[in-house]
């Protein structure tokens, strides 16, 4: 399976992207230091937001953040350890 891809630069000149491995969506940025977070539970999230964005929340579409993601909504944001990366549940 080929992986699809997407990056993007953020407004402070970090790396971020979103792919897909598996059937996931995966977002990771290069900004390791400085997140918000807002939790759901104490495994998922409702929001995840690196400094200089992009700001990731559940129930907005993918495509909102670029437009060459699918038109799928956000259901949930988890972090996959094995990965290194937020791992995002679509409808």
Known sequence: ?????????????????????????????????NWRMRMNTMTTYSMIDPSGGPQVSIRTKLNDYHPNLPDEQIEQIEYDSIERAFKITTL
Request: proline content about 0%; glycine content about 4%.
């Open 1 to 33: 399976m080929k992986m699809k891809k997407v990056n993007l630069r953020n407004r402070y000149g970090y790396d971020t992207k979103m792919y897909q491995k598996n059937d996931c969506w995966y977002f990771n940025c290069e900004e390791k230091d």
